[in-house]
């Protein structure tokens, strides 16, 4: 069996399972958040009763996230219905607004918090949801009514999805981030070509990487249709999650005989610094080609590129320049946000070096102009401008108007098209 | 679930994503509050570029301006309709403004789990690229024990996909339903 269908067949009770099968798994964690967690907790009362219990207070997690900063009314409320199930079910694991605990992005705040371990099985009701299954377990994003049957019972149904796996060989050079690579392979396969099937990530070049690169890796699994990331456990796994919990967890590997749907191999020494360009995360170019793109806007944040290593690349390139495109940076978790204040680069910090540069830095952490949310969202983009960015989706109104126009790049190439005003290919400057 | 659904047809390109269904700034609504939730309808597909709003020809308006229901029934759409973000906001909203059916050529897999899972629509798949067969607006009849498509305006019959082994739950209107009828969820 590959690792996915190890995990699953782990969690439905079965010695084995099979590509195409339809199975119940248990959950080990379910995840929701402010913009799906409101109508996940209604068809929850709906379907269970208004006295309904979750199934297990120690394994719902709840994470506000997306629309923080904003004066939306409505956006306010939901907030406040999650504070009100986390009284009701007493719910140990939420990270509240306006609070010391508050996180910022999901997908970046759990394994922060000890969330994701490897073996595990989770869902969560957000596409990127998949970042998780850098830790070696199976982590997929589903809808509220699926959410709320899990709150319920603890249990859904999967099909068991066939494996696709993506080897690297050669570590990275120093000018290729695994966004790089991510979206080579989504301009390889198209953004459908992985529907209903897991993406593993193996060889040298991907077990070199940090773990936060290998969340890179994940997190756009589902913007090629990919059911699921995953990445084999190694020390750099188990290193990081024992320093985040203390939980017990049983690592899992692909079997020699494991079958698998397809194997690409890439040598990543032949890739070059990647962007997908309008309107979709397919469309695929280098930077070298986009090269005289003339940029309104530059983004560096959201769960794909506002990790802390992602700011590190960034600040490699800002150090001692000025940007000519206007530059928002949105760190996504408050743990980030503060690294930012202490992580020194050549005698300044990294928050230093963005000021010098003439960067905007967002008030807080969170999703903000990833998903372009209300109108008064930081960085969103609500006329025809045209921005590079290291979010994740590109399709038509992704960041805010309909209108704009969004090219996906790693921080390095975002950074360095920031300071020239056009895209750039990041080796002018590294 | 009944037999015949019939209605007018809206058109759409490949890759028809969740922000294009319904826009994230939108997604402050109630899903719970009946009154509320209608403005879901009024924002469905309302984050397509002009162009894309009805083919062939484009620039034509999904659900009129101030109002929450459509009056096309059955989106006809290219591959990979749905992909994008999780938000169960996307079947609810095209259910809310009356859609009852869509017939794809793909899905994307979150998007068909929602629209399965919570009995919001009907999500078909064609033997074959219907979107430049068929035009907004066309009159359009499917047969679901038939599994058949009928273009009533051109006179023309297509063959669906069955839908395998999602039927089960979508007869049974939903994966609570579902539950229910096969006694995993008491009554």
């Not at chain 2, 009024?42 to 709003?53: H, N, Q, R, V």
């Amino acid at each position: 069996m590959t690792m996915t269908e190890k995990i699953l067949a782990r969690h439905a009770g079965r010695t084995s399972v099979a590509a195409g099968d339809n199975i119940w798994v248990d959950v080990d964690i379910l995840m929701t958040h402010d913009v799906c967690g409101p109508g996940t907790i209604g068809i929850f009362h709906k379907q269970f009763g208004p006295k309904a219990k979750v199934w297990d207070r120690e394994k719902v997690v709840i994470i506000p996230d997306h629309y923080i900063f904003t004066n939306d009314q409505h956006a306010h409320r939901n907030i406040d219905l999650l504070r009100e199930f986390v009284k009701e079910q007493e719910l140990p694991y939420y990270y509240d607004v306006g609070t010391d605990k508050y996180k910022g992005v999901c997908h970046i705040a759990l394994p922060e918090e000890g969330h994701t371990r490897p073996g595990e099985v989770l869902f969560g009701t957000d596409s990127h949801t998949c970042t998780a299954g850098a830790f070696g377990e199976f982590a997929t994003g589903i809808g509220n009514t699926d959410a709320a049957f899990i709150m319920g019972t603890g249990k859904l149904w999967v099909k068991v999805p066939e494996t696709m796996r993506f080897e690297f060989e050669g570590s990275l050079p120093p000018y290729l981030m695994a966004k790089d690579l991510i979206l080579h392979i989504i301009g390889d396969i198209g953004v459908d070509g992985a529907t209903y099937r897991a993406m593993e990530f193996a060889g040298d070049g991907v077990m070199s990487l940090s773990i936060e690169e290998r969340m890179t890796l994940c997190n756009m699994v589902i913007e090629a249709g990919g059911k699921n990331g995953v990445i084999p456990t190694d020390a750099v796994t188990e290193n990081f999650v024992k320093s985040k919990t203390s939980k017990p967890y049983q690592p899992v590997s692909d079997d020699r005989d494991a079958r698998f749907h397809s194997v690409r191999r890439y040598k990543t020494a032949d890739l070059q610094p990647t962007v997908a360009k309008p309107h979709s995360p397919d469309n695929r170019g280098t930077a070298v080609e986009c090269r005289g793109i003339k940029l309104d806007r530059a983004y560096i944040g959201s769960c794909t590129g506002g990790k802390l290593n992602d700011f590190v690349a960034a600040a490699k390139i800002l150090k001692g320049q000025q940007v000519k495109a206007e530059t928002y940076i949105v760190p996504a978790t408050t743990e980030v946000a503060r690294a930012l204040l202490t992580t020194m680069l050549d005698g300044e910090t990294l928050v230093q070096i963005f000021q010098k540069a003439g960067a905007k830095l967002s008030q807080g952490a969170s999703c903000a102009a990833c998903l372009g949310g209300p109108s008064d969202t930081f960085g969103r983009l609500n006329k025809s401008e045209v921005c590079i960015s290291t979010t994740n989706r590109n399709f038509p109104g992704r960041m805010g108007s309909k209108t704009a126009q969004v090219y996906l790049a790693s921080p390095y190439t975002v950074a360095a098209s920031a300071v020239t005003g056009e895209i750039t290919d990041p080796r002018e400057f590294l | 679930m009944q037999d015949v659904i019939k209605g007018k047809a809206y058109v759409l390109g490949h890759n028809i994503d969740t922000d294009q269904i319904i826009p994230a700034k939108h997604l402050v609504y109630s899903l719970s509050d009946p009154e509320e939730s209608k403005k879901y309808g009024t924002y469905a597909l309302s984050g397509l570029p002009d162009a894309a709003a009805g083919l062939p020809t484009g620039n034509t308006k999904f659900v009129p301006e101030g109002e929450y229901r459509s009056a096309y029934r059955i989106l006809v759409a290219g591959k990979n309709f749905g992909c994008g973000s999780s938000r169960e906001h996307a079947p609810a909203a095209l259910q809310i403004a009356g859609v009852e059916a869509v017939v794809a050529e793909s899905y994307a897999r979150i998007f068909y789990r929602n629209a399965v899972d919570g009995g919001f629509l009907l999500p078909f798949e064609a033997e074959e690229s219907l979107i430049t067969e068929i035009q907004t607006g066309d009159e359009l009849e499917i047969n679901i024990p038939a599994s058949t498509l009928q273009n009533l305006t051109r006179h023309k019959t297509y063959h669906l996909r069955s839908l395998g082994d999602v039927l089960v739950i979508v007869k049974a209107g939903g994966i609570f339903a579902y539950a229910r009828a096969t006694g995993m969820l008491k009554a």
